[in-house]
């Protein structure tokens, strides 16, 4: 179950990852995921970016990455996760969490195929941190901009059943209707728009809700890739594969 912690808590775990020393990265690293809807894991790219390995064991083994959510699901691209402020309960700032610090980038010549763990970053290249994406197909669009460090290599179809949960858009589009219902005070209603066709889609404000405080509720909905029902990553580990 999820459990929200507060902000003191959350510098209490970046604070731990800053000063933790993790052990080299060898080619007997195995990556394992345990999440609330199952266990899969995966293998390091060390020559192509070292770094970024480093940093990912360094979170990994540190348990900042434990209770953090998978907040962007986008069906047959990919899913994202590693945020810390998606332990706060407030989905409005999932996305924008960083460890504290930025490794710079090591583009190289791993494709985005299927399974392929990349660093998420802002249009700055060198801003990665601590949030990553899985690619659920391929995306050679992605290749060359993001630094490819890893592939999901055993019990890969787990990424399927995260990327394709109920998000709070699916969530936000049924609930819409395409016009107000005949005799109904136009009032009761707020009108947006669909994102993806740009066609306006209208909600009854419950009773006892504000207008704006609905509507900016709603609009937020529309835009968020967030799943409803939250898949959290329970525990993240590298461990050596002889130890298993």
């Given at each position: 179950m999820f459990r929200p912690i507060p902000d003191y808590e959350i510098e209490k775990i970046k604070e731990i990852a800053k000063n933790f020393k993790p052990k080299p990265v060898t080619n007997n690293d195995i990556i394992i995921?345990?999440?609330?809807?199952?266990?899969?894991?995966?293998?390091?790219?060390?020559?192509?970016?070292?770094?970024?390995?480093?940093?990912?064991?360094?979170?990994?083994?540190?348990?900042?990455?434990?209770?953090?959510?998978?907040?962007?699901?986008?069906?047959?691209?990919?899913?994202?996760?590693?945020?810390?402020?998606?332990?706060?309960?407030?989905?409005?700032?999932?996305?924008?969490?960083?460890?504290?610090?930025?490794?710079?980038?090591?583009?190289?010549?791993?494709?985005?195929?299927?399974?392929?763990?990349?660093?998420?970053?802002s249009s700055n290249p060198n801003s990665a941190g601590s949030q990553f994406f899985i690619c659920v197909s391929n995306q050679t669009h992605l290749d060359g901009k993001y630094t490819a460090f890893g592939k999901i290599t055993e019990k890969v179809g787990i990424i399927d059943h995260i990327v394709?949960?109920?998000?709070?858009?699916?969530?936000?589009?049924?609930?819409?209707?395409?016009?107000?219902?005949?005799?109904?005070?136009?009032?009761?209603?707020?009108?947006?728009d669909n994102p993806r066709t740009r066609q306006p889609i209208y909600y009854k404000i419950p009773k006892g809700r504000e207008r704006s405080e609905y509507s900016r509720e709603m609009l937020n909905k529309l835009r968020s890739d967030n799943p409803v029902v939250p898949i959290i990553i329970k525990k993240l580990r590298v461990v050596d594969k002889d130890q298993l």
């Open positions: 995921f345990e999440t609330t809807i199952g266990t899969f894991k995966g293998i390091f790219y060390n020559e192509e970016a070292p770094n970024h390995c480093l940093n990912f064991k360094k979170l990994a083994n540190s348990g900042f990455y434990d209770g953090t959510k998978f907040h962007r699901v986008i069906p047959n691209f990919m899913i994202q996760g590693g945020d810390i402020l998606s332990r706060d309960g407030k989905k409005s700032n999932d996305g924008t969490g960083n460890p504290g610090w930025t490794i710079n980038e090591e583009f190289n010549g791993i494709k985005h195929t299927r399974g392929v763990l990349s660093m998420a970053r394709n949960s109920s998000t709070d858009k699916v969530y936000a589009l049924d609930l819409g209707l395409k016009s107000i219902p005949e005799n109904e005070n136009t009032q009761d209603w707020i009108r947006l």
